[in-house]
């Protein structure tokens, strides 16, 4: 097999000569779709952005934005996708039919040279489609948090979120909200045979699992936002590639009396929702994570399989105490994720073994906290992320995890301040020592993003900022 079939505009396109690192984006501008743009071709403009469907557990359809860049047309054998060329009321040849997101933006001003504009109109046409704004009683409903991976360097954002905060609900007969009250069609099983390397998504989780048995080295694919980077920018090509986010295995949300278990291919977007608040530590952190487009695609897997010292789920998820469930033909087993890294970029997931979940212990610490030191507010890395969960009993601490990214070669727990902090009165005396002690933890370098000694004073401050904010207590010298 080397063809591929999706439905693009609303029309079926079957593809051949597929292979297995050519890019969304890159092939929709071969064939002439050039609406969507190349900014960056790394996940930070949403130049690129296109509008993949998405099945519903109502059996309908949800629009989620996604960076073209980034995404291996490969990956998207039977699945649906939207260009801007296909949001006009119209669809196709007929670019004077604006859609009411297009007709906003042209009478506001939120276009000047253009360049970003169909990324904008694709990532608000996401949004303007999204269920939960319909349904919302505030103003229009329009989350900002929509378009924050949309970058713009001429117009300014004002027009623009002039534009989404006008925009109305979809009229009666939309053909698009019409479309999406029907099924979204369900990646299908591929196998590109091709001189350039292979691509495989196995049926199921046992097919994947024969395959990494016997390629293991082959290149485990999930959302692909790490892959599609490499792909790009280092011209990075694995001569097997395994995608495995649509395995049913991987996309269980589970409570039990004793645990929450994530399915490691679940998007952070559909964690997000599908967990509404219910563990306010990674309710903070989510929108702290890269833009919605990245959250539509990135998965805990692929943040726990990069291994990156500043990578953001893993403080998140040492100070909840998380394991790693790591499974392969042999079977499953659990790690604690305090022992998971071992070294740079190295972990102790061995040839051959997905990550299926993560697995949280209930109940959950109360007292939390999540902060994130990057160069910008939005949309950044890490220099340094800090994740607190604490127990109080009568104003002691009586239990306490601390996360740490970006001030070690792995992402780390703060052992001696936790000790340091347990069985004290949560007062602002403990908090200082302990503070200081936290400063030591680690070995933080130099690098471009930070100095050691940078990062060293930011882990003195977050917890004394964790502790001003849960107390609400006045600072006293
Ligand atoms: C613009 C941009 C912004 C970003 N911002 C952030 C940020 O704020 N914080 C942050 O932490 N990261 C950020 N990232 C990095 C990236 O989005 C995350 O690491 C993400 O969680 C990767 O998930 P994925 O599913 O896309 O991984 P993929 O790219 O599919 O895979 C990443 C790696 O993990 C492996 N892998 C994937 N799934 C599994 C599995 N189930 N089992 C074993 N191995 C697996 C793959 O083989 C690969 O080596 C950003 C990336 C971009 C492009
Ligand atoms: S081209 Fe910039 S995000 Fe894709
Ligand atoms: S209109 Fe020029 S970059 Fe946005």
């Not at 504009?117 to 929509?146: C, I, K, W």
């Not at 979809?170 to 999406?180: N, T, V, W």
């Not at 890490?382 to 990214?405: D, H, P, T, Y």
Request: aromatic fraction near 6%; charged fraction near 20%.
């Amino acid at each position: 097999m080397n063809q591929i079939e999706i439905t693009l505009n609303g029309q079926p396109r079957s593809i051949s000569g597929v292979l297995p690192h050519t890019t969304l984006l890159g092939w929709l501008r071969s064939q002439g779709l050039t609406g969507s743009k190349e900014g960056c071709a790394e996940g930070e403009c949403g130049a690129c952005a296109v509008l993949l469907s998405k099945p519903t557990a109502e059996g309908g359809t949800r629009l989620e934005s996604v960076n073209g860049c980034l995404l291996l047309l490969a990956g998207l054998h039977g699945q649906e996708v939207t260009t801007v060329e296909g949001i006009g009321v119209e669809g196709l040849g007929s670019p004077l039919a604006l859609h009411p997101v297009q007709s906003e933006l042209a009478v506001r001003g939120g276009s000047q040279c253009g360049y970003c504009t169909p990324g904008f109109v694709v990532s608000m046409a996401a949004e303007y489609y999204r269920p939960e704004r319909q349904a919302s009683q505030h103003s229009n409903g329009f989350e900002l948090d929509a378009i924050h991976g949309n970058l713009c360097r001429c117009t300014g954002y004002r027009p623009i979120r002039d534009a989404a905060q006008a925009l109305g609900q979809p009229a009666e007969g939309d053909r698009i909200a019409e479309r999406l009250t029907r099924p979204a069609p369900l990646p299908r099983p591929t196998e590109l045979i091709t001189s350039s390397g292979h691509f495989h998504r196995p049926e199921t989780l046992e097919d994947a699992l024969h395959l990494l048995d016997q390629l293991p080295d082959a290149r485990i694919l999930a959302g692909g936002t790490d892959w599609g980077v490499d792909v790009n920018l280092k011209h990075a090509r694995a001569a097997v590639t395994v995608a495995v986010e649509h395995l049913p295995e991987l996309g269980r949300l589970e409570w039990t009396p004793e645990h929450l278990e994530l399915g490691a291919g679940l998007s952070l977007s559909e964690l997000e929702r599908r967990l509404a608040g219910a563990v306010p530590l990674l309710h903070t952190w989510f929108p702290q994570f890269a833009s919605r487009l990245i959250r539509n695609r990135a998965t805990l897997g692929g943040n726990l399989g990069t291994a990156s010292p500043i990578g953001d789920s893993p403080p998140v998820l040492l100070a909840l105490g998380a394991s790693v469930l790591l499974i392969s033909s042999q079977g499953e087993r659990e790690v604690p994720l305090d022992g998971y890294f071992t070294g740079y970029r190295q972990t102790v997931r061995r040839p051959g073994e997905l990550i299926r979940a993560v697995r949280i212990p209930l109940p959950l610490a109360p007292v939390t906290g999540f902060y994130k030191i990057a160069k910008r507010p939005l949309d950044d890395i890490s220099s340094v992320a800090v994740a607190f969960a604490l127990s109080l009993e009568g104003g002691v601490v009586s239990g306490v995890k601390i996360g740490l990214g970006g001030v070690a070669a792995t992402p780390i727990r703060a052992h001696e301040t936790e000790a340091a902090l347990v069985g004290q009165p949560w007062t602002q005396g403990t908090v200082q020592r302990a503070a200081r002690l936290l400063k030591r933890e680690g070995t933080p370098q130099d690098d471009h993003r930070a100095s050691g000694a940078y990062r060293a004073a930011m882990l003195e401050q977050t917890l004394l900022k964790f502790y001003f904010e849960q107390t609400g207590a006045e600072v006293t010298a």
